[in-house]
């Protein structure tokens, strides 16, 4: 059997490695299928960056110095593993891989820590202390379900330890995991009309749901829709993950208060170029998104009726249709990422209380489904939601509520056979 896919007008044929029952590890690192000689260079360049291990300056190859002074990870690849999605550390004794800490100071609006920034530096280079560390603490809260099903939820309690720059006083924290990135040039080509309309679209169950705004601009990437396109998703990871400067972020990732990162020397201005950029926004922009697995088979078929009937749907949008993109594969494409790109208030209990332009601290972006059930088998280590919370797809719908609360509690009130088979769905995508 094989799966086809319908870009730019052609059909192209991918081969049945999908329709297996273990997904192939390389599942989303694969390009678009109709890319040229040219293109697929493009592509294999900005591959490259995606997975170059950055040093520090200076260094004999001054295209791929600049790492820091302050960063958490040496590469792209270190927070989405193949790809795939990072996942949160089992306790406070391991250190975080594929997880990051956001920070700022409560107030309206919010603002980065004035000592340790909006983000926590664990590592520093020679001569520039890392900022300290986050430990995770597991707490737990059981839910019963109607058939009385019992469902250990977990929630993460971040605590800080061996803080190099002092104590670090009232602050806001939001942890979070890497997504996996295939399929993101397709979700940048969204127009924002589109958004527009999802927005204002008269939708069931109290569910509203609204674009985050960034100045005029649409918000379609970042766990709160708070970046606008995937170049400036792209250039802001660098910035805050490994602290490499580029033409949207030219300035070191330094405080005020912290001299000795400021005296650094650095991998030249700006260290990632134009170039090297738009190269690597190509590359993610171009990855295939991942196709469907035993989307024939009979539990599937029941649990998508399930997916729709429970509400889930509603926010979770099977097909989006892409506008008029500057890249030729992507042009009005219709696809199937399971979101609508919009922020919806999902209840106190993932609030993490840190408002982001116009998202508030209770509302995140709905998150796309697509290849979330090839994770597991992708990824060593995976966890679902915002901050890898979930251990299960079960605890990650269990934890919906806000606008989700009807879904919610349809499921929870649902039988076992039917549980089983909307998991199954979800494993399917």
């Known amino acids: 059997m094989r799966i086809s896919l319908l870009l730019a007008g052609a059909m192209f044929t991918l081969p049945a490695l999908a329709q297996e029952p273990v997904p192939d590890r390389d599942l989303l690192t694969r390009p678009l299928p109709g890319l040229n000689a040219k293109e697929l260079e493009r592509f294999m360049l900005g591959r490259s960056l995606f997975r170059q291990s950055w040093v520090i ?21 270190s927070c989405h593993p193949k790809n795939g999605r990072g996942g949160a550390p089992s306790g406070p004794h391991e250190k975080m891989q594929s997880m990051l800490v956001r920070l700022s100071v409560p107030g309206t609006p919010p603002r980065p820590h004035p000592v340790y920034g909006d983000q926590l530096n664990e590592e520093g280079i020679p001569g520039v202390p890392g900022e300290g560390r986050a430990e995770v603490h597991w707490q737990e809260k059981e839910v019963r379900l109607a058939d009385g099903h019992l469902v250990r939820l977990r929630f993460p309690e971040i605590r800080f330890v061996e803080l190099a720059y002092g104590e670090i006083g009232p602050v806001l924290v939001s942890p979070r995991v890497g997504p996996h990135v295939a399929g993101l040039g397709l979700l940048d080509a969204v127009d924002a009309r589109t958004l527009t309309a999802m927005a204002r679209a008269a939708k069931p169950d109290g569910v509203t749901g609204k674009m985050n705004r960034i100045g005029r601009q649409a918000g379609r990437f970042g766990l709160k829709a708070n970046t606008a396109d995937l170049r400036g998703q792209i250039a802001g990871a660098f910035h805050g993950d490994m602290s490499i400067t580029s033409p949207l972020f030219p300035d070191e990732n330094c405080t005020p208060a912290q001299s000795a990162c400021k005296q650094a020397p650095n991998g030249g201005k700006p260290e990632l170029s134009a170039r090297q950029l738009d190269d690597i926004t190509f590359y993610v922009a171009h990855l295939a998104p991942p196709p469907r697995r035993n989307s024939e088979a009979p539990a599937v078929k029941r649990g998508e009726l399930l997916f729709a009937g429970f509400g889930c749907a509603v926010c979770h949008q099977p097909t989006l249709q892409t506008g008029n993109s500057p890249h030729r594969l992507l042009r009005k494409r219709s696809f199937s990422p399971y979101t609508d790109l919009l922020v919806h208030d999902m209840g106190p209990g993932l609030a993490d209380h840190r408002p982001d332009h116009a998202a508030t601290g209770s509302e995140w972006r709905t998150a796309p489904l697509w290849g979330i059930g090839a994770l597991a088998a992708i990824n060593e280590k995976v966890g679902f939601l915002h901050d890898g919370r979930a251990r299960t797809l079960e605890e990650a719908i269990l934890w919906h509520g806000g606008e989700a609360e009807a879904a919610r509690r349809r499921y929870g009130q649902a039988d076992a056979a039917s549980r089983r088979d909307l998991i199954e769905f979800l494993n399917s995508l």
Do not use: E, F, H
């Open 57 to 77: 300056a200076p260094a004999s190859d001054t295209t791929v110095d600049g790492l820091g002074p302050l960063y958490n990870r040496l590469a792209c690849i």
